[in-house]
């Protein structure tokens, strides 16, 4: 059967149907599906009916994309198909429509097909994506890196996926395609490394909601085809290893994606001025780094933190500083002519925090501190065991952090990089982080281990830095890294972040 032929079964399907009106007894989604249908036939997809229904028309379409060897006519074709089929399962008397829209069956469920459908969702993206990328270089009136940067990842997508579209029509095995040498391995980078550059690139640009869709369906979609494509391909270790590592690294993003969508921040105070803050667990992690390389860091031991308390969801900013300056009458720290607003306070001394975090107190009626050196290493690794809140390899730390080598020699607002786990920002990088405790040269003192600052013995002028920041590279990134300050240090890399404690 010709795409001609699926469409006309679809009209006949349509001109019989009779779409319920509100109140009628049928469900919802019924009613919707009718009308979604009429809308993709008169509009020819442009109405841009919800993702949730166009994914379900994407996952019929390859029934008859396999039938189908232009490129061109996938679309289109597969769109009506998908259609069809679905309106075909809700229209309880038309017999003739479903004989004429045969099911999926298990020959369809093929690598051909997970291939094809990739590549549809895939040119939908990079169009959508480009579309709006464009729009947002003629707003900006510039040049912006980030945008720059996320263009060439998606020119990176487009080329494995023309080995695809070249052979889709030949004889070729897809199992001995990707069998061949190391085709298999180039091919499943070829689709991991931009794709999660992609959806990391992406979080902080404006794009539309229905971009961001995109985005996360073609990383699921990615995901999916590296293990068909492992699968396909019986004893290959370095394919099967390959595809373990997508697999590993886009659920990573797919889980931060969730847990940053369904974490939820709160203000004392519904006033700008008052920091969001973030609620965290009670729970356990092993402190400092077991690498000998890493002297003030060992040996790593046991912290059980046995209560839950609240974290700034981002360093102090200028705007909350400065509020509390105009209210106490002192004299502002200087932004080194960078900006202030949502940059992070910087050229604030240990002394400076103290004296914040009392004016904040006082001004919403609850307890803010300075979080202690163990709670900040707890709430920065979020549940992790990694260099790292979000993996070992230092290749997605861009997407976290602003750092040496991705700043053009300033703080950046806070917000602009990925979250962690607990949806905590720029707990990598921007600045360094005053922390309540004294400073120890390593952990061999006995330090607490239940999550309070350690004040005992050492230079109490002396206290705590930690998360690096835009002048710091990899290294100076990690979870466990530390810093000395005395408390009367200020520098243009050096700001804080508030805890709350839990109510008495």
């Known amino acids: 059967m010709k795409s001609r032929d699926y469409f006309e079964a679809f009209c006949r399907a349509l001109e019989n149907a009779q779409i319920p009106e509100p109140g009628a007894q049928v469900q919802l989604a019924d009613r919707d599906i009718f009308l979604r249908v009429k809308d993709i036939l008169q509009v020819c997809y442009e109405g841009n009916p919800d993702q949730k229904f166009c994914n379900a028309l994407q996952r019929r379409a390859g029934e008859i994309m396999l039938e189908v060897s232009d490129p061109k006519e996938w679309q289109g074709a597969l769109d009506v198909y998908g259609a069809a089929w679905r309106l075909s399962n809700v229209l309880p008397d038309d017999e003739d429509a479903k004989s004429a829209l045969p099911p999926p069956d298990e020959s369809a469920q093929t690598l051909k097909q997970d291939l094809l459908l990739m590549v549809g969702d895939l040119e939908h993206l990079t169009d959508q994506l480009d579309s709006e990328l464009d729009i947002q270089l003629v707003v900006l009136g510039e040049t912006d890196a980030r945008i720059v940067d996320l263009q060439n990842q998606l020119e990176r997508l487009r080329k494995p996926f023309s080995q695809i579209k070249d052979i889709a029509g030949s004889g070729v095995k897809y199992s001995d395609f990707f069998g061949a040498g190391s085709a ?45 494509i492992a699968g396909a391909v019986a004893g290959n270790a370095d394919l099967s290893r390959c595809a373990d590592k997508c697999v590993e690294r886009i659920e990573r993003y797919l889980v931060a994606e969730s847990l940053e969508s369904k974490q939820r921040g709160f203000r004392d105070v519904s006033e700008s001025w008052c920091p969001e803050m973030v609620d965290i667990p009670p729970g356990a992690f092993l402190m400092g780094s077991a690498d000998p390389a890493h002297q003030d860091e060992i040996p790593q031991h046991p912290v059980k933190i046995g209560y839950g308390f609240a974290v700034g969801r981002y360093p102090v900013t200028f705007e909350e500083y400065d509020a509390f300056c105009r209210a106490a009458r002192r004299q502002k720290p200087g932004d080194n002519g960078w900006g202030r607003e949502r940059r992070p306070v910087i050229n604030v001394s240990w ?8 004016w904040l107190s006082g001004a919403t009626g609850r307890r803010y501190r300075l979080l202690t050196e163990a709670e900040w290493e707890y709430a920065c690794r979020a549940g992790s065991t990694t260099r790292y809140s979000f993996d070992e390899d230092d290749r997605d730390l861009a997407a976290y952090a602003w750092f040496v080598g991705h700043l053009e020699g300033e703080t950046r607002p806070v917000g602009d990089r990925r979250a962690n786990d607990f949806g905590l920002f720029d707990m990598h990088g921007n600045v360094w982080e005053w922390c309540e405790d004294v400073w120890h040269d390593n952990y061999q003192d006995t330090p607490p281990v239940k999550g309070s600052a350690w004040l005992e013995r ?8 930690r998360g690096g920041s835009w002048v710091s590279g990899p290294r100076g990134l990690r979870s466990a890294v530390r810093l000395e300050g005395a408390t009367d240090y200020r520098h243009n890399n050096v700001g804080f972040r508030v805890a709350r404690a839990p109510d008495p």
């Open 184 to 228: 298999g391995v180039r091919f499943i980078d070829g689709i991991s490394d931009p794709i999660v550059a992609v959806s990391l690139g992406s979080h902080d640009l404006a794009l539309s909601p229905e971009a961001r869709d995109l985005v996360r369906n073609a990383a699921t979609g990615a995901r999916d085809l590296a293990c068909r």
């Open 351 to 358: 002394d400076d925090a103290q004296a914040y975090v009392e």
């Open 458 to 465: 050492g230079d109490q002028r002396i206290r705590v830095l």
